[in-house]
């Protein structure tokens, strides 16, 4: 069956873009209602693993099992590697030992690593069997490196040649090896220890003459990476550097993997993912497919943060519950400030958190970031505090009210976007995730800040 590695699948039709067609996903489950694998084959045959992964994590669980069950041996090992891991458990349970063995051969090693470093032991040994034996000894020191290192992340499958060959020898040699890796991009240079010198394309190879020595044809940028550095540090410096493939090199120094574009962008993708996750207090790894318990359980402790930092702004306001009773016009604009104050933080604390996961947020310049932030705070406090200091004047007749109301704006979006900026920073010099912790923090002091400044003022002008 072809997974689309050769085509998209331009003759299935799509209902926007790159997304699944409805009709043709009723097609492919009335095919699986009536039982019928030939129909159901031929729907499916052109469709793209990330695009079958795509419908498996749509569909329910009864529907999902019976279309693996009636695949049968079509399925592909790719489908396993595009899959959610919220669901992968699942349809590998479901195949027969028999396909997941023959879909597992097919994978790189590093696809086979991702797949098995979250399953449980008896799944892991399952695809762990199915592997050749050359193969399996690859995963296994593999997946003794640390996780979410390089270790784990780089595939075994190398294409190496001693600094000494001309392009002729390369040449040579790729043309009579029968265990090329199925992509790649550089041949690494390697000195007779086996450490990597440098890399070269495989566009230079291909476009000069035999006789050249291949180390006159070395890349210009050239980065190693250590087996234990962090997977974000590797997404990094591809980013950074714009590369391609890296050779990935033991405690010794010796080569002992590549890692390639794919996996590193792979890599940057859930970065982000977990970052606005983590920002929305709903965990870094939810997921559509995860059911209520798991979700409700990922959820909770933050909403219970929540309700603190709500109780917090609750006794602020019963401070003032005199002035709220004699102006009641006070409890119609207390949420305007509050709510003003926690969408500008929220705004600062986003740029923030993402900066500083590209790194582009720094000691150096971290303080300019800052005056930034609160210089944009005063400016929207300004110009809303004049918009809503008339919307006070007119709607309750009272210009006290209205430059109450427009001071208590102008202070809370200053503090909202220094505390937007500020408390991520200090978060991360702690050791805590900003990402994870900085939004219950940020909208605590914007609420506090806003009913203290806007009820304080009011106390001190109105009474």
Do not use: C
């Not at 997304?19 to 129909?39: E, P, Q, S, W, Y």
């Amino acid at each position: 069956m072809s997974t689309g590695n050769d085509t998209l699948g331009s003759d299935q039709p799509k209902d926007e873009g790159y997304d699944l067609d409805r009709r043709l996903v009723a097609g492919i489950l009335f095919a699986v209602d009536r039982d019928d694998k030939a129909a159901l084959t031929t729907l499916m045959e052109d469709l793209h693993a990330a695009d079958i992964a795509d419908l498996l994590e749509q569909i329910n669980s009864y529907d999902r099992t019976r279309l693996i069950r009636l695949f049968g041996r079509e399925f592909d090992g790719e489908i396993l590697s595009e899959l959610d891991e919220s669901i992968r458990e699942e349809v590998i349970a479901t195949l027969n030992p028999t396909v997941l063995a023959d879909a597992v051969r097919e994978l790189e090693t590093d696809d086979v690593v991702d797949l098995v470093e979250d399953l449980e032991e008896p799944q892991q040994e399952a695809i762990l069997e199915a592997l050749e034996d050359s193969d399996r000894v690859a995963v296994e020191q593999s997946l003794s490196y640390p996780e979410n290192s390089a270790g784990r992340l780089m595939q075994r499958e190398v294409v190496m040649a001693p600094e000494h060959w001309n392009v002729g020898q390369a040449i040579d040699y790729m043309r009579e090896s029968e265990d090329l890796p199925e992509q790649f991009y550089h041949m690494v240079l390697v000195d007779p220890r086996l450490r990597p010198i440098g890399n070269v394309t495989l566009g230079r190879i291909m476009g000069t003459k035999r006789e050249v020595p291949l180390t006159d044809l070395l890349e210009e940028t050239f980065q190693v990476i250590p087996a234990d550095q962090d997977e974000e540090d590797v997404a990094y410096a591809f980013n950074q550097y714009h590369l391609i493939s890296a050779p990935v090199v033991d405690g010794d120094g010796r080569l002992a993997g590549v890692i390639t574009i794919d996996d590193a962008m792979a890599v940057l993708d859930e970065e982000h993912e977990e970052d606005i996750l983590r920002l929305a207090g709903v965990g870094d790894e939810s997921s559509l497919a995860d059911r209520v318990i798991e979700t409700t359980k990922r959820r909770f402790p933050w909403l219970a943060v929540n309700l603190v930092t709500a109780v917090l702004a609750s006794l602020v306001i019963a401070q003032f519950e005199a002035t709220i009773a004699q102006f009641v016009a006070l409890a119609v604009l207390m949420p305007i400030v509050a709510s003003m104050g926690g969408n500008a933080g929220t705004q600062s604390l986003t740029v923030a958190v993402r900066a500083m996961a590209t790194r582009d947020l720094t000691g150096s310049n971290v303080w300019r970031v800052i005056r930034r932030e609160v210089l944009v705070g005063l400016v929207n406090g300004v110009i809303f505090a004049v918009v809503m200091g008339v919307v006070g004047v007119i709607w309750f007749g009272s210009p006290s009210l209205g430059g109450v109301l427009a001071a208590a704006m102008v202070i809370n979006l200053v503090v909202a976007g220094l505390a937007g900026t500020v408390i991520p920073v200090l978060l991360e010099k702690m050791g805590v995730d900003p990402a994870l912790a900085s939004g219950a923090f940020v909208t605590t002091v914007t609420d506090v800040v806003g009913f203290f400044a806007f009820l304080g003022l009011a106390a001190w002008v109105l009474l």
